[in-house]
């Protein structure tokens, strides 16, 4: 269990390390501390992070994060050319799966989708490549990150756009509040607070990172 004392920045805690992180790093540390928004270029990882985060839509993160691994083993660890061949017989055994979120119609666009992602691979040669085409520039991307930009922009331009263009490849659960989600997590931004340990670490992490493209 991590042990946090205040800290005088909304949105910032103080953990038993002497370091500051994003509050939420409390609840989730590994997450908050080793995954979230360090940049992804594997496909596999892309596809089940925005399939997660479909599933995620009206629940709290923590829960899907808790049922990853069951998620991982119910979809054939997100391989998708595998779960593109899922038929009805695979809805209802995963409808019947007490260890992830049973509900059909995520199911059955986690599917589809598993199906428009073989299609942007032909595409663009790669998933990562197609989306980090959606990267916003540095210009477009504030210098200081607060609470109160991060709470009153659950969306952006980049997820907006990034959204419109899956919809129109025929992917479902996609909008842009969860792109946005997506976004953050794979590090196409860097949305850790101003303030925040991983901060510095994950955009060291960006300037070494090479665009898949």
């Not at 995620?56 to 899907?64: F, H, M, R």
């Not at 998933?127 to 922009?153: G, H, S, V």
């Not at 907006?160 to 989600?181: C, D, H, N, Q």
């Amino acid at each position: 269990m991590t042990t946090t004392t205040s800290n005088d920045v909304p949105g910032l805690i103080t953990a038993e390390d002497g370091k500051v992180y994003c509050a939420w790093h409390v609840a989730m540390p590994e997450y908050h501390g080793g995954e979230w928004g360090r940049p992804v270029a594997d496909d596999v990882r892309l596809f089940e992070k925005i399939c997660l985060e479909g599933f995620q839509s009206g629940l709290a993160w923590i829960t899907i994060l808790r049922k990853r691994e069951n998620f991982r083993a119910a979809f054939d660890g997100f391989d998708f050319h595998r779960v593109a061949r899922y038929t009805e017989q695979d809805v209802e055994r995963l409808l019947g799966d007490a260890g992830i979120i049973r509900n059909r119609a995520k199911i059955v666009s986690a599917i589809n989708n598993a199906r428009r992602a073989i299609e942007l691979v032909d595409e663009a040669g790669s998933l990562a490549a197609w989306f980090w085409q959606f990267e916003p520039a540095a210009k477009d991307r504030p210098k200081i990150l607060t609470l109160d930009y991060w709470q009153a922009n659950p969306t952006s331009e980049a997820s907006v756009a990034l959204s419109k263009a899956l919809k129109k490849r025929g992917w479902t659960f996609v909008g842009p509040t969860t792109i946005y989600a997506f976004m953050q997590a794979m590090g196409l931004v860097n949305d850790h607070l101003t303030g925040c340990a991983c901060r510095k670490t994950v955009e060291a992490e960006r300037k070494t990172f090479r665009r898949p493209g």
